[in-house]
């Protein structure tokens, strides 16, 4: 299984969008891959758990943690591939050791923290809760954003990420981040 959760090698620039449920990150991945006319890494967990509760009306479990983060690897370094100079990630494994301590298990499985904090990144984009949340099937904590962002923000200081905290509207979130990737791709340049 470990080799599963492994971020295969590259020399692209890889941008997580990470941070609480209902805070467009799935809509600034979508627009900075059209930005950088490249590829994006959706939520493997969207999926996952979207087929789960349309076929058992269950949320995510426990259980199906070590799936979702297997899944998100896969689509990860697959795409990687397929990337020009960029790779935009809807999420990454240190998301999903998040969830799993706060929300599933008050911790994470050994294993895939290992991954979790040794797949890298160039940079992460924390998205803030100054937008409206938005029901749907899968999101059930519109009361809980304010902690679980300090919780995102915590984890991304712990582990000492590159990260930009994204505030406002879409387009004042899309240009800061747009501005913080070009300065990434001027370094490496």
Known sequence: MEKKYRQESSNI????LFGPESTGKTTL???????????????????????????????????????IAEGQMRLENELARKATEILI???DLLETKVYSEAYYLGE?????????????????LLTNIDIPWEKDDLRDKPNDRERMFGYFKETL??????????????????QHAIENIDKLRTKKA
């Open 89 to 91: 990630c809807d999420t």
């Open 29 to 67: 991945s979508e627009q900075l891959a059209r930005h950088y006319n490249t590829v994006w890494v959706p939520e493997y967990a969207r999926a996952y758990l979207q087929n789960k509760w349309n076929n058992e009306r269950k949320t995510c479990e426990p259980h199906d943690l070590p799936f």
């Open 157 to 174: 200081e712990r582990y000492n990420r590159n990260f930009i905290t994204l505030s406002g509207d879409k387009r004042t979130r899309l």
């Open 108 to 124: 994470c499985d050994p294993v895939l923290e290992q991954y979790a904090l040794l797949n890298q990144y160039d940079l992460y």
């Open 13 to 16: 620039i890889k941008v997580v």
